[in-house]
């Protein structure tokens, strides 16, 4: 897939020895669909193809082994030139592997713990070549890392998530003579916001100048590429990519934002299908998902179908709930269902946008009350978003709307309560 222009720093990478084009410091992900690469894992059990679908680190189709490392997200690494990525897990290559025999022989699925039991001694076999069959990579190669001790520090304020709600949070606390630091699993802080375009972008544009500003005077620290793994009691357990270490803050604000939601249709895990979300990301880094591209866009889903589709006017944009694909390496014709009813449309991609479902997993750690609803599951807080002393919850994970005006109060009501 060709880009909408060239890279400005261009870096070589290497996809199962052949050389790829990137530009320096771009996710890896949007440097492999950049080059028409769209099938970059396999499933571990039955080795149907896998392509990227979120590009934020919350699905498995872009793992890969990256410089002798496996099980590594792509859309969360730069590219720099050499780097050597490797599809896992395969027997054969990326494109052909032969253990997807494994679906053709088991339409209907497979429980290896059934296979030939009760003849002794082959359950164990079968079980035995079962997991040799599944699996994600071989262990890590080279001499063996040395183990490092995890430190622990303290912290006045640590805000997960550094999206819309996580910085408005830290900003308004910053206001008020907070100390504040942001951990955030990105490459960049900003979140979903910061990869919208045209009118779309334009509410969020004081929030982004702002935040800026306060990055760049080091009035708010925020660590990229950073992780909250886990809360445990007044802890928060935090991965960098070098070490582990152990935070404990006065104040812990937990916003995690929204997974991108995920319609029930035939062929919606085939390697081309993204979430709008997914395709804006790629648009950022100037990067389109295809040639023939369908937005199709379900009820309560907003705004990145539609931001997509006023950025580039060539994509067909549908109001309605995908039915099937068609196609199994890449989509070659989706069915929608719209208010007039069934259309079917040819494409090679395509791009939903769904209503999101709360990342409701750190705040239940943190002793969140979740209350389930159509979408998924919802932390229910106290005022100013309380989920317990010294721990708030603040965003789409509590069921605030993506809208610039309710983030920004529900910002300052936090920081009142804090």
């Known amino acids: 897939m060709p880009r909408l222009a060239p890279p400005s720093r261009p870096v070589t990478i290497h996809l199962d020895g052949d050389p790829v084009l990137a530009e320096e410091g771009e996710p890896v992900t949007v440097a492999l669909v950049a080059a028409g690469l769209v099938t970059l894992a396999r499933s571990p059990k039955f080795h149907r193809p896998r392509g990227p679908a979120c590009l934020r680190g919350a699905c498995d189709g872009c793992l890969a082994r990256v410089d002798d490392m496996p099980n590594v997200m792509t859309c969360r690494v730069p590219a720099h030139e050499g780097m050597r990525i490797e599809t896992q897990n395969v027997v054969g290559s990326r494109d052909t592997d032969l253990l997807r025999l494994t679906d053709w022989f088991f339409p209907e699925g497979m429980n290896h713990h059934e296979l030939l039991a009760g003849v002794p001694g082959a359950s164990r076999v079968m079980q035995t070549l079962a997991r040799r069959v599944?699996?994600?990579?071989?262990?890590?190669?080279?001499?063996?890392?040395?183990?490092?001790?995890?430190?622990?520090?303290e912290v006045d304020v640590l805000v997960v998530g550094a999206g819309p709600s996580g910085m408005a949070s830290a900003l308004a606390l910053a206001?008020?003579?907070?100390?504040?630091?942001?951990?955030?699993?990105?490459?960049t802080w900003g979140g979903g916001v910061r990869v919208l375009g045209g009118r779309a972008r334009e509410g969020w544009e004081p929030l982004l100048r702002t935040m800026l500003e306060a990055v760049s005077s080091r009035r708010i620290l925020v660590r990229s590429r950073t992780t909250a793994t886990g809360v445990y009691g007044d802890d928060v357990v935090v991965a960098d990519g070098v070490g582990i270490e152990v935070v404990s803050a006065k104040t812990l604000v937990l916003a995690p934002g929204a997974h991108d939601g995920v319609l029930a249709f035939e062929g919606n895990d085939v390697p081309g299908v993204m979430s709008a979300r997914a395709g804006c990301r790629l648009l950022r880094y100037g990067v389109t998902p295809g040639k023939r591209i369908v937005v199709a866009v379900a009820a309560g889903a907003a705004p990145f179908g539609q931001?997509?589709?006023?950025?580039?006017?060539?994509?067909?944009?549908?109001?309605?709930?995908?039915?099937?694909?068609?196609?199994?390496?890449?989509?070659?014709?989706?069915?929608?269902?719209t208010g007039e009813g069934e259309v079917r449309l040819p494409c090679d991609a395509l791009l939903v946008d769904a209503p999101r479902a709360p990342a409701y997993e750190i705040c239940a750690q943190a002793?969140?009350?979740?209350?389930?609803?159509?979408?998924g599951f919802r932390v229910r807080t106290a005022a100013g978003g309380k989920v317990r002393d010294g721990v708030f919850a603040t965003g789409e994970v509590v069921g605030t709307r993506l809208e610039p005006s309710e983030i920004a109060r529900e910002a300052l009501a936090l920081a009142e309560a804090v």
């Not at 599944?134 to 520090?153: D, F, N, W």
């Not at 002793?367 to 979408?375: A, F, M, T």
């Open 134 to 153: 599944a699996g994600l990579g071989r262990l890590p190669g080279g001499k063996e890392a040395a183990p490092t001790a995890a430190h622990r520090r």
């Open 367 to 375: 002793g969140g009350d979740l209350v389930h609803e159509e979408r």
């Open 175 to 187: 206001e008020r003579g907070r100390r504040v630091e942001v951990v955030d699993d990105d490459l």
């Open 307 to 337: 931001a997509y589709a006023e950025a580039r006017p060539e994509a067909t944009l549908v109001r309605g709930t995908p039915l099937g694909i068609r196609g199994s390496a890449r989509p070659r014709e989706v069915s929608i269902s």
